[in-house]
């Protein structure tokens, strides 16, 4: 594989003013490639003393400099259009240290490309209301409004498993809200990232709207959560951080967008083909690396069998191997440690009963896609969140227990229900606590400018363009007392 690395990027991945800095960290971050292991770059952490003054440049240009609405729609306008003219270049970014395919690389690219269309458009979109209060006895003459203004400086810490369209529902998010913007990206992927935040920079953003440290969660990222200067914190990542998360940060705003093991729903009177083709997609996209992937299938006894043979055949079809070629389907999974434990959670699924259909076989980070039939309710596979290319078939009676299944689990991020029947759809959507229920298609369909986010341990808050740019603005009361005017012959 071809890997594409910055060009005078990788070794500067701090920026506090308007240049890119190597820091001064003794910590070296090494950012190896998923696929052949090969070095792309080294990388400093950022010493206490830089994340404090990439804080305080934030936080000072917030003070000082409010950008206009059409100051940050053009020039989120004019990002957009580069990350286009540079498409094949964030693609083999992400390829060589993600690990994704090229073709759902360069997708995650055009993504991005609308998504900051989305915001240019959104920053011009902040409005208010009025407020009746001149209906309450006493308040005649008094008329009330609300204005959106900034939150303040926004904490962006994103995952691995999206490193340009994670960041691309924060970074441009808080900018088109007026806010500034600090990012620590996954320390094994911020190649993309800092590529992203230089597009930026040439599109005309003015120095300390964005700023950039490099580190470990439990060093820079703690020290950024206990930081009192940020108003807001995005974060998407596992449940167990986005709960230390909370805890540490207290009543300021949290955008958390965690776990989850999405149930997809194939009732009897589904339509096989769309719903096998879907779901195998849906369960093998980045290696499975992806929180709405297609974990747990429930599949309604009558068609169990049938639908089994269908879904295995499109798993099987998957072609495995080099990301970077475009036939591939499925690239390895980020590291050796996350593709051992799957496989290990795959053989105690079979030691509990379960059937392995097909897949599973792991080699180095690669694991083949698998599908298992009938697992132990209480096997990790269908307990925990594997971010896997993996999936279990677990048959029902009714859909009643279809639901009850779907709901008997700690995370509630979205699911899916494939469907003929108008009526079954609108039960399960009323029913399923998530917080989006796809028909028609798996629990991994998402586009950027709808509401993403869960419920229970899947997060709070709500990402999609317009949701993440209110979240990140607060609502700001004004209150006129009015006299009549004095000598104005009215």
Not at 360 to 384: E, I, K
Request: hydrophobic residues 45%.
């Amino acid at each position: 594989m071809q890997s594409f690395i910055p060009d005078n990027l990788p070794a500067r991945g701090l920026l506090i003013g308007e240049r890119w800095e190597a820091g001064n960290g003794e910590h070296m971050l090494e950012v190896r490639a998923p696929f052949g292991g090969h070095l792309l770059a080294t990388l400093r952490e950022s010493t206490p003393a830089e994340v404090d003054a990439a804080v305080a440049q934030a936080a000072a240009t917030f003070a000082a400099q409010e950008l206009s609405p059409f100051e940050r729609a053009t020039i989120l306008r004019r990002a957009s259009e580069l990350i286009a003219e540079r498409a094949e270049d964030f693609a083999r970014s992400i390829v060589a240290e993600a690990g994704k395919s090229i073709r759902d690389s360069r997708a995650e690219v055009a993504r991005a490309v609308l998504t900051f269309e989305l915001c240019a458009q959104e920053a011009t979109r902040l409005t208010g209301e009025v407020v009746p209060v001149n209906a309450t006895p006493g308040s005649e003459n008094r008329r009330a409004f609300t204005m959106s203004r900034p939150a303040g400086v926004v904490c962006a810490i994103t995952p691995f498993n999206g490193p340009v369209n994670q960041l691309s529902h924060k970074v441009p998010t808080a900018i088109a809200a007026g806010c500034t913007v600090v990012v620590k990206p996954a320390e094994v992927t911020p190649l993309s990232a800092i590529m992203l935040v230089q597009t930026l920079l040439d599109a005309g953003l003015p120095p300390g709207h964005v700023t950039m440290v490099q580190g470990r969660g439990e060093t820079v990222g703690q020290q950024l959560l206990e930081d009192p200067r940020f108003a807001v914190y995005t974060f998407t990542g596992s449940t167990a951080v986005g709960t230390h998360i909370r805890r540490t940060v207290g009543l300021r705003k949290t955008l958390l967008e965690l776990g989850s093991n999405s149930a997809n729903i194939v009732h009897t009177d589904a339509d096989l083909g769309l719903a096998a083709k879907a779901l195998a997609r849906s369960l093998s996209i980045y290696a499975g690396q992806v929180c709405i992937s297609a974990q747990r299938i429930l599949v309604q006894e009558s068609i169990f069998d049938q639908f089994t043979a269908q879904l295995a055949d499109h798993v099987q079809a998957l072609v495995v191997g080099d990301p970077s070629e475009e036939s591939t389907d499925v690239g390895p999974m980020i590291s050796l440690e996350a593709a051992t434990r799957v496989e290990e959670w795959i053989a105690e699924a079979v030691a509990d009963g379960a059937e392995l259909v097909c897949g599973g076989t792991r080699d180095g980070q690669f694991l083949t896609p698998a599908v298992l039939t009938r697992p132990s309710l209480q096997s990790s596979l269908a307990c925990r969140e594997a971010f896997a290319p993996v999936a279990v078939l677990i048959p029902y009676a009714t859909l009643g227990e279809a639901l009850h299944i779907a709901n008997n689990t700690e995370y509630g991020l979205q699911a899916g229900i494939f469907t003929a029947s108008l009526d079954v759809a609108l039960a399960a959507a009323q029913r399923l606590d998530v917080g989006g229920v796809i028909v028609n298609d798996a629990s991994s369909y998402r586009v950027d400018s709808m509401p993403y986010g869960g419920v229970k341990q899947s997060g709070t808050g709500r990402e999609g363009v317009r949701y993440a740019v209110e979240e990140m603005t607060d609502s700001r009361l004004v209150v006129l007392n009015l006299q009549e005017p004095q000598g104005e012959g009215l």
